[in-house]
């Protein structure tokens, strides 16, 4: 048994800490696990000592389609969401830390109720068009995912404003239906990239923004080609001399171009087959925690799930130890049927995991009546790799409950139009959200669109509300604790587990602090990373 | 050769039709898939407001025979219309496209063609002996072989193993057509494996039909060598059904080589289409369609007439 092999087994036994086990991997020369939380206090300026200009730096992406497109309203995936952000910034930027800090946006500040916020913006920033970015350019970049006719993924998070109007060139002020303390967090979302004033329909697609890269070729689907913006406002990021990022959807096509060095960076390894990839020389394997998990949704107004001891009894009847050592071959933990991750300012450390209880499952079934009643699990590979796996063995682990599941395979086509919160119970996954009120405002909030379990709290629905808007911390605290408990407890969302990024790159790069925020170092590697 | 032109124009009138046809079945084809572009481009963004909002924008409200019509008007003006998802002009997203499906299928045939045929003459020449079994059984594993799997033995051992060749076949339009050959070398070399077997079965099949004629026993009683009775009289008179299956490996090399395409990452019309459809972006999938269509439709028709004047028995026919 590899070394790596002792500490990852010494870990699923719970013998030694995830602490023990990052530095017990990392001391075998692989930049593994990192969570954010454990390297706080590594600054920037470590960075601009040792990092250096120049080179050609090449991604091989997953997620592009000849579908995509460069307006921020559209973005769902790896390839234009990383795009975006070596082309453009915004006001706020979300690091290693998740924590909001100042990007065209110098400083902030609110009322004390949270309901007003005043955004100072940098001066003197220009577009790639000579234009300099003004008040003017934030307004219609954060308008143009609202409003009736808006079809962007971020429009449900902007609901709450009310109003945001310029003062002056350089000021711009919020005004939000209700107080807003996590507001920054807000603007830091990917669609939020901060554009030129009256930007429309194709000239989109020339990816005009401040961002480090100046943007020379789009082809959807295929590449983009960027340059260095030499007259890029931040001096310590954007070290590459250009960027190249191609879609590349196979991963076996993705590990070969990394392999024969065509390509310096890939993101979603294929798990089956990376502890070979590790051993390759030259490659350096990434295995970053963040907010990821993956779901089972259950929606809660349609019988039988409908019965909370229906809903306990699966959740008790899910056996979590073995989906992260077989679907995620390790690189995962276990959930405990919320969606806020470890690496989450409030998450829960003292609420009890939940853990496979056969005996307790069929308890809670059999007062349901519900033991003879055959479970339908609709699964796919489009909502998450080796879905219909998990599925097929949670069927197995279930049946030692007593209770019967049917896995219906869908097809990929489609999945998340025609299967996803649609059917009764189905397999999904979430990139997770940097702070709690986003995630929890987003699918679990009463009315929200994609309350993918159509749960309805009213403890929990108030909390949210009033969580919002409170700026004492630990009063924070008590109320996001709470509810977590009452989505582990009474929620429609079985989460078995959080998913590692795991990712591979050239051992020629160098890096700071990963961020476990998004994909791709917070989708910002192009910006963020150098050659040695 | 009057006769033969006007048998050209009674085939082209006749793909025309077939065309005509095709492209209701296509439009029709599309509709019937569950789902529309508005909820799949948003995919999970999808909200029953904004997919409203989207729907509308897009004159998906209208019915079909009105989207129907009016899209086949500006087909046939040549006006493909843009990208539902992002509104990129179809015609320019095809012809690069286009372009480059063409010059891999080309690559393809230009060392498939020669190997292929040389490889069935020889057979023929040879016929059941422990040669012409060898050649057979290797090309006909090798068109067993799925296609992906040929693709990746070649990666691995041209790419990883040697480095000789790229692993990506990622060309691009700043590149010298010297650099597009090296770049696609692999995956034309996987195609090539592909459609070798077809061409050199078929070749060999015709020509072996044809050594039973007559004329051949004739060459054999006058004393000709075996190499030169079939080189010069018994392969040009089986070179149609060899034209024919060359035509229709052609038409499969440019239309159905999606996989390929994405084992190499090639940009070519296969992923364009894939994408399209898994988006519902009508436009796309239906300009690219007929495309499609048409290149089967005219290679057909192409092999058609040249087998015609390769064999005068055809000629004379009423077809």
Not at chain 1, 118 to 131: A, D, I, M, P
Not at chain 1, 423 to 441: A, I, L, Q, T, Y
Not at chain 1, 461 to 466: R, S
């Amino acid at each position: 048994m590899s070394e790596i092999q002792q500490l990852e087994k010494l870990y699923n036994e719970g013998k030694i800490s995830r602490r023990k086990f990052i530095t017990g991997v990392s001391a075998l020369g692989l930049t593994a696990a990192i969570s954010p939380l454990m390297f706080s206090g590594c600054d920037t300026e470590e960075t601009a000592k040792t990092s250096k200009k120049g080179g050609r730096f090449v991604m091989g992406s997953t997620g592009g389609s000849t579908t995509d497109s460069m307006d921020p309203a559209t973005f769902t995936s790896n390839m234009n969401q990383n795009i975006n952000w070596q082309i453009r910034n915004n006001l706020v930027e979300i690091d290693h830390n998740f924590k909001p800090i100042p990007e065209l946006a110098e400083s902030w500040g609110s009322t004390p109720d949270a309901k007003i916020w005043t955004f100072k913006l940098r001066q003197g920033v220009e577009f790639h068009n000579g234009k300099t970015m003004t008040s003017e350019d934030v307004i219609f970049s954060i308008n143009h995912h609202r409003g009736e006719k808006s079809k962007s993924g971020a429009k449900g998070y902007l609901k709450n404003i009310k109003n945001i109007k310029a003062d002056g060139k350089y000021e711009v002020v919020f005004e939000l239906n209700g107080g807003s303390a996590d507001f920054p967090f807000i603007l830091g979302d990917y669609h939020l990239s901060i554009c030129p004033a009256g930007t429309k329909d194709l000239e989109w697609e020339k990816g005009v923004g401040t961002g480090g890269y100046i943007l020379e070729n789009w082809e959807p689907g295929v590449r983009s080609f960027a340059k260095r913006n030499p007259n890029y406002w931040k001096e310590d990021r954007a070290h590459f001399e250009e960027v190249e990022t191609l879609s590349i959807t196979d991963s076996v096509a993705r590990t070969n171009a990394l392999k024969t060095g065509q390509i310096q960076y890939m993101d979603r390894c294929a798990l089956k087959t990376v502890h070979l990839l590790k051993q390759m020389e030259g490659v350096n394997v990434t295995a970053t925690t963040g907010t990821a998990h993956y779901s089972i949704p259950m929606l809660v107004d349609q019988k039988p799930y409908d019965n909370n001891d229906v809903r306990m009894a699966l959740k008790l009847a899910i056996n979590r130890e073995a989906l992260v050592k077989q679907i995620l071959r390790g690189y995962g933990e276990v959930g405990n049927d919320h969606p806020i991750a470890p690496v989450n300012q409030f998450f829960a450390k003292n609420l009890e995991q939940r853990k496979y209880d056969p005996e307790k499952a069929k308890f809670h079934m059999k007062k349901a009546g519900m033991l003879d009643h055959v479970f339908n699990l609709h699964a796919a590979d489009a909502a998450f790799a080796g879905a219909v796996d998990a599925a097929v063995l949670v069927k197995e682990d279930a049946k030692k409950a007593g209770i019967k599941i049917n896995v219906v395979r869908e097809p990929d086509d489609g999945y998340w139009s025609n299967v996803w919160m649609k059917k009764e119970w189905c397999m999904c996954f979430w990139g997770g959200r940097p702070v709690e009120d986003m995630m929890f405002s987003v699918a679990y909030a009463d009315g929200a669109p994609w309350n993918d379990t159509h749960w309805k709290n009213d403890r929990f629905n108030k909390l949210l509300v009033d969580a919002r808007a409170e700026l004492d911390t630990e009063k924070r605290r008590g109320m996001y604790e709470e509810m977590q408990s009452l989505c582990r407890d009474d929620g429609g969302a079985i989460i078995p587990m959080y998913n590692q990024m795991v990712e591979a790159s050239s051992s020629k790069l160098s890096h700071g602090p990963i961020s476990g925020h998004m994909a791709m170092d917070g989708m910002r590697n192009g910006e963020r990373w150098w050659f040695a | 050769m009057k006769q033969v032109l006007w048998l050209i124009l009674k085939r082209t009138g006749a793909s025309v039709v077939t065309i005509f046809i095709i492209s209701l079945i296509i439009f029709i084809g599309v509709e019937l898939l569950p789902g529309d572009v508005a909820e799949t481009v948003l995919g999970q963004s999808a909200t029953p407001e904004t997919v409203a909002a989207f729907r509308k924008e897009l004159k998906l409200d209208l019915p079909p025979p009105v989207r129907y019509m009016s899209w086949l008007k500006d087909f046939v003006h040549g006006e493909f219309g843009n990208s539902l998802a992002n509104k990129r002009p179809v015609a320019q997203q095809i012809t690069w496209r286009f372009a480059n499906s063409l010059l891999l299928a080309s690559t393809a045939i230009l060392i498939a063609v020669p190997v292929a045929v040389i490889l069935g003459i020889l057979a023929a020449l040879y016929r059941n002996t422990l040669f012409d079994k060898t050649i057979s059984a290797v090309t006909l594993s090798f068109i067993s072989f799925p296609e992906f799997f040929i693709a990746y033995i070649l990666i691995g051992i041209f790419s990883v193993k040697f480095n000789i060749f790229p692993s990506l076949a990622a060309i691009n339009a700043n590149m010298p057509l010297g650099t597009k050959l090296y770049t696609i070398l692999l995956p034309a070399l996987t195609l090539t494996f592909i459609v070798t077997a077809h061409i050199m079965r078929q070749t060999r099949a015709a020509i072996i039909n044809v050594l039973a004629s007559a004329y051949i026993e004739m060459a054999e009683l006058k004393g000709l060598r075996r190499l030169r009775i079939i080189a010069l009289h018994a392969f040009p008179n089986s070179l149609s059904p060899v034209i024919n299956v060359i035509a229709v490996n052609m038409a499969y090399l440019v239309v159905g080589v999606v996989i390929v395409e994405v084992v190499f990452v090639y940009p070519g019309l296969g992923q364009l289409l894939v994408d399209a459809v898994s988006k519902r972006d009508l436009p796309v999938v239906q300009a690219s369609g007929l495309i499609f269509a048409i290149t089967y439709i005219f290679l057909n028709l192409l092999a058609d007439v040249m087998s015609m004047l390769a064999n005068p028995k055809l000629r004379k026919s009423q077809l």
